[in-house]
């Protein structure tokens, strides 16, 4: 389905206490039966066009400003 190919903000665990803001394309793609997700940060470029990808750089915005909140709450 569509939903599954939907691209999503994310956090990434670096160290004990810092995260790095990224987003994710959550359904495996690629060749045969050695498919990959992809994880773009900031300035990343696509496996295909070797340009960034608006939506994924929109996502990692997204993930930078959340998770600086989850970080003030101390939720993480």
């Given at each position: ?34 498919g ?23 996502n ?10 989850l ?6």
């Amino acid at each position: 389905s569509a939903k599954c190919w939907k691209k999503r903000p994310v956090l990434v665990k670096a160290t004990e206490n810092a995260y790095l803001p990224a987003s994710a394309s959550c359904y495996p793609h690629g060749y045969g039966q050695t498919g990959h997700f992809c994880l773009h940060f900031i300035g990343s470029k696509t496996d295909g066009t070797q340009k960034e990808d608006f939506e994924h750089q929109k996502n990692i915005k997204i993930a930078k400003a959340k998770g600086r909140g989850l970080l003030k709450s101390n939720k993480l």
